[in-house]
Structures are given as structure tokens and as C-alpha cells.
């Protein structure tokens, strides 16, 4: 195993290989009835890693696997061959499956066998590689000794892809760096340990895992992969919680409301439960406050940040026992090694409580850009706008916030037509797209806050319902808007753009 | 108290003005298949209690009660025998 010579980690494979040594037989991922253990996770990852080594170095491939922990060695397999991971699953849809493969043109896709019998849906030519037959492989140590030897930190360990604004599919690279910067902070705000207990609710695709993924690796804690059905089960799903002994959670905000405005709190605790972290969007204080009523002695953190600074940047810790905040949860303050600069529309420093400016984070937790797209990587990962001494990159997030008396920062909207529903990163441009697509001529996608409810306007003689078969055979789940409606023409504003205000209040008095 | 058939149309209208598209009165995987997912469960027993002034709680929701509309119906009546 190498390492950097001031004990400084520079791979994230070692916090498996700490982890493989020192707890050997603990179950690292489990989903309640099968799982691997820290050492059987290992072994897969250096069988798959060997086999392949032959597509690297620093090249992208996709693994297209159930929510498991298979996948998991699959996405580790991937790092030790040297080459860099693109998580995919099913449930993103097959035109959106389609869209990512074409633009990263994988050196291999990673699947398993029931992924296998699918795959003629994709229309993917390039290898194929089946999970069950590389963990079988014999793991090869002086290649994979080789291969790390070589390997430096700031080479990139995955993509995910977000929504992009134009439509397509936009994918975020991160290297090794990067996560690392963001595992050692967010494993002490959370203050993980080998007792620690995750229970998984987001899925492998989104950024949003990395907190558990590797928290597990570097502490030699434990995640349970929570059964997706279970959230429309509250009951049940707070029962497996309690069998699995689940003490710490990091859910979209949305998954926590879930289970409190279905009343599952009402029927049965959480008994293990004593952290709960949570985010991605705005947590409702009425929900947040049946959480608390439920479970008083547990310690809540709310988290923020975007895929682009790797995972979460800011958080903010309400301990048991501190007041409710008044109106919303604030995000916070930075991580440890992460800044925040405050910009206003002047391109000046904000300091005053109250006043709100642009958020631009920096630290090594900025990711390297998106994936083959120097022009938006140029818009987003720009120069600290602060001074021009010497280079240095910032990601600017098009979120707005200010500081409230004691200087956290308070999340005030986004900038831009990006929204997150169910936890999920969203543009409504790419909604829009999908419609014209489907043979709108033109789409207007409305997002009400105070709802959470996508309503989406087709300039179409077709009716709704058809369209609306067809847009869900376009998109993922989350990406399909509550209301599709068919109109001859759109208001428009004074300068003849869609005027969105008043199809969003058209949206709310259909209700 | 309304017929059964008034019920059933009352229910379906609800269900089709959350999620159109779907085959109401055959499908009985509604949960299992993800035609009706969380979010539309919870805008589903919202209008449930309010329309048919029921009490559903966090007991009732399993995926047995909510797979097919007819489940959804014999749960309503349930609740209103109790």
C-alpha cells in the first residue's frame, strides 16, 4: 500500500484497505439481508479492479447495477483499475441512460446480469463488462500496486450527472482530492464512528451517497441500504429502521417528510436514531418540528451544497434542547477548509446581516468542472472575483443567501431556473425539452415553492394524457411534472418572453 | 350514505387527477410498480380524508391497502364501519 510520505491520504481505496484491516469481518453494506463485509468488499474491488486495469488509466466507466452492495465493489473495482467511475442506474430513465452514455462514451460499462438482459433498450455498442465475472477474477496485487504507484490525487475518481439547463444531461467530475477533502470534514460534523449506523435512503447516481459511501470506508461504520418501496410505508419502513439498529441518517429533506406528514411518527420511534442530517432542499419547520417533538434528543444538522463542490459545503447543527429557529433553518457555516464568499450584484463583499448576495465556494472540495464542457465549466468555475493576484478557481452556485445576527448563512432562492424537487438537483429547461421531444411545439415547466408541485404548459393540440404518457418514457420519475396542460398560446411579457409569473399563477388556481 | 358506485367514481376521479395515466380499474400493483409513488401517496390520503371525511393513519399505509383502487375502496369502507 502506498502512501504519502506525512501519512497525508491521497486515494480514497485507503480508507477500504484501513477499514478491510482493521475490521475485517464487520458488514460494511447490507440491505437487512445480504451484504459484504469490509474484507469480501475488498476482495471484489481488487478482482474487478485487476480485470479492468486493461481499459486505464484515468478513463471513464459506467457501472449500471442495482442499488446494492454489489454495486458498491463495482464503483470500488472501478478506482482500483485506475480509471474513474460513472454511476448509473435504471430508475434515471432510458432516454436519459441513452444521453449519458453517448456523451461519456465509456471504456466499459460495468453491469450485472439482470442489467445485462436490458441493455438492447440503450442501444450501447461499446464493452460490456458482467460484474458477476469480474468479481470472480483472480485479483492481481503487483498490478494493482503498479496502478496506485502511478495514480496521484488530483486524478478524477467519478462523474455524476445532473440536469443541465440546455437539456442535456451535464456530468460533474470529481477527483480523489476533492472527496477526500469533503469525507474528512463531513465525517466530524457528523461525528462518525465505527458504531455508526447509516441508513441509506439516496440513490448511487447522485453525489448525495458519497456520505455515506465513504464515511463507512474511513470509519469502519456500517450502511443499510434502505428498500426504496419502504417509503410508502411509513410504519414499516421506521420498524426496519429499529431492527437494523439505523442511528444516523442523511435523507433529503423530503424523505423526512415523508414519514412525519404520513404520520408515522405518531405510530412508532425511531429508537436507535441520533443524528439526523438532512437537506438538498428546504425542510418545511412544521415537519421539522413533528421530527423534534418525536425525537427530542437527537442531534439535527442541516446540510447544503451543491455536486459541484463536491457534496455538501455548509451545515448547520441544531443540538437537543437549542430553540426551533424562527422562520427557516439556516445552512450555516462553511466545513473546515471550505469558504464562502458572499457577493453582491456590484461584485462587492457582503458582511452585513440581512443583505443578499451570491454564494461562491471555495476550497479543495471545488470539483474539477463538467465532463467535456469547457464553455460551462468557464461560466460556473470562474476566478475568485475578489482579487486577480493568482489563479484561483472558485465555483460560483447561483444560489443567494444572507447572514443573519450571529452569521450563519440563510438560504434565500436560486438565481436561476433550477429547482430541487424531491431531493433531487432539477433545470426546467431540460423538462421543456423533453415535451418539444415529444412533439410539443413549445413547454413552459412552472415549479411552485410553497407546493413543491412542477406544472408544466404544452403549446399541443395532442391532450394532456397522451403527452403525459409520453413525457414519463422521456424522463425519471422525479423529473415528471404534477400537471401536464395543453394550451393554444402562451402569455407572453413585455419583451415577448414566456411570461413564467403568469403561468405560474395559472398553475396555483387550477389546484 | 353514498352508493358504492358513487364511491368508487369519487375515488377514481381522485386517483386520476394525481396520476392520469393510469388503468385504474385493473391495475393492482399501484404501489409495487411505482405508478403511485410517495409524493402522490400523500396528496392521495389528503383528498381521501377530506372527501370521504376518513381517518387514515400511518397504520393503514401499506402497499396491500393502496394497490389497486378496489384495496383503496375496502379500506375506505373499513374505516367507516369502525
Not at chain 1, 405 to 419: H, P, Y
Not at chain 1, 441 to 447: E, G, L, P, R, S
Not at chain 2, 40 to 63: C, G, K, M, Q, W
Amino acid at each position: 500500500m502506498v502512501t504519502m510520505s506525512d501519512g497525508m491520504r491521497k486515494n480514497l481505496l485507503e480508507y477500504l484497505e484501513n477499514s478491510a484491516a482493521r475490521y475485517p469481518d464487520r458488514l460494511a453494506f447490507t440491505n437487512g439481508e445480504t451484504g459484504l463485509t469490509f474484507q469480501a468488499l475488498a476482495a471484489a474491488a481488487r478482482a474487478a479492479g485487476s480485470a479492468l486495469s486493461e481499459y486505464g488509466p484515468r478513463r471513464p466507466v459506467a457501472v449500471l447495477m442495482p442499488k446494492q452492495a454489489d454495486m458498491v465493489a463495482a464503483l470500488l473495482g472501478v478506482l482500483y483499475s485506475g480509471n474513474y467511475y460513472v454511476p448509473l442506474d435504471w430508475e434515471m430513465s432510458a432516454p436519459r441512460l441513452q444521453k449519458i452514455l453517448a456523451a461519456v462514451e465509456p471504456a466499459a460499462l460495468v453491469c450485472d446480469a439482470g442489467s445485462e438482459k436490458r441493455l438492447s433498450e440503450l442501444g450501447y455498442a461499446g464493452p460490456v463488462r458482467l460484474y458477476e465475472e469480474l468479481r470472480a477474477a483472480p485479483a492481481e496485487d503487483a498490478l494493482l500496486a503498479r496502478i496506485r504507484a502511478q495514480a496521484l490525487d488530483i486524478d478524477p475518481a467519478y462523474v455524476v450527472f445532473t440536469s443541465g439547463s440546455t437539456g442535456a444531461p451535464k456530468g460533474v467530475i470529481a477527483s480523489h482530492r476533492n472527496a477526500l477533502d469533503y469525507i474528512e470534514q463531513l465525517s466530524a460534523v457528523l461525528e462518525a464512528d465505527p458504531r455508526t449506523v447509516f441508513g441509506s435512503q439516496t440513490p448511487f447516481y447522485v453525489d448525495a451517497c458519497l456520505k455515506e459511501l465513504y464515511t463507512t470506508l474511513k470509519c469502519g461504520a456500517q450502511t443499510v441500504i434502505i428498500p426504496k418501496t419502504l417509503f410508502t410505508s411509513p410504519v414499516r419502513l421506521i420498524a426496519f429502521l429499529n431492527e437494523q439498529r439505523v442511528n444516523t441518517i442523511c435523507w433529503v429533506s423530503s424523505a423526512l417528510t415523508i414519514v412525519s406528514s404520513l404520520g408515522g411518527l405518531k405510530a412508532a420511534t425511531p429508537e436507535y436514531l441520533r443524528l439526523i442530517a438532512f437537506g438538498s432542499e428546504t425542510f418545511p419547520l412544521r415537519q421539522f418540528e413533528i421530527w423534534r417533538a418525536a425525537l427530542p434528543d437527537v442531534k439535527y444538522i442541516h446540510l447544503y451544497g451543491p455536486t459541484e463542490a463536491t457534496g455538501m459545503s455548509c451545515y448547520y447543527v441544531i443540538e437537543p434542547g437549542a430553540p426551533l429557529p424562527r422562520e427557516k433553518i439556516p445552512i450555516g457555516f462553511p466545513f473546515a477548509n471550505t469558504g464562502v464568499l458572499l457577493i453582491d450584484e456590484a461584485g462587492q463583499p457582503v458582511a452585513e446581516p440581512g443583505r443578499v448576495g451570491e454564494m461562491y465556494i471555495r476550497g479543495a472540495g471545488v470539483t474539477m468542472g463538467y465532463f467535456r464542457d469547457s464553455p460551462r465549466t468557464g461560466e460556473a468555475f470562474v476566478q475568485n472575483p475578489l482579487h486577480g493576484d493568482y489563479p484561483e478557481i472558485v465555483y460560483r452556485t447561483g444560489d443567494r443567501a444572507c447572514y443573519d445576527e450571529e452569521g450563519a448563512l440563510v438560504f434565500a432562492a436560486r438565481a436561476d431556473q433550477q429547482i430541487k424537487h424531491m431531493g433531487y438537483r432539477i433545470e426546467l429547461a431540460e423538462i421543456e425539452e423533453a415535451a418539444r421531444d415529444c412533439g410539443a411545439v413549445d413547454a413552459c415547466c412552472v415549479f411552485d415553492e410553497r407546493t413543491s408541485r412542477m406544472t408544466l404548459f404544452c403549446l399541443s393540440e395532442e391532450d394532456e394524457a397522451s403527452l403525459r404518457r409520453r413525457l414519463k418514457n422521456q424522463l425519471p420519475a422525479y423529473m415528471l411534472p404534477a400537471a401536464v396542460i395543453s394550451c393554444a398560446a402562451f402569455p407572453l411579457t413585455i419583451n415577448g418572453k414566456i411570461d413564467r409569473a403568469a403561468l405560474k399563477k395559472r398553475a396555483a388556481e387550477r389546484r | 350514505m353514498k352508493g358504492m358506485n358513487d364511491s368508487m367514481d369519487e375515488l377514481l376521479e381522485i386517483l386520476r387527477d394525481i396520476q392520469p395515466d393510469v388503468d385504474y380499474e385493473h391495475c393492482e400493483t399501484l404501489i409495487d410498480d411505482g405508478y403511485i409513488d410517495s409524493f402522490a401517496l400523500i396528496s392521495l390520503i389528503t383528498s381521501i380524508n377530506r372527501v370521504f371525511d376518513a381517518e387514515i393513519t400511518a397504520e393503514h399505509i401499506v402497499p396491500e391497502n393502496f394497490n389497486s383502487a378496489r384495496a383503496i375502496m375496502d379500506l375506505i369502507q373499513r374505516l367507516a364501519a369502525e
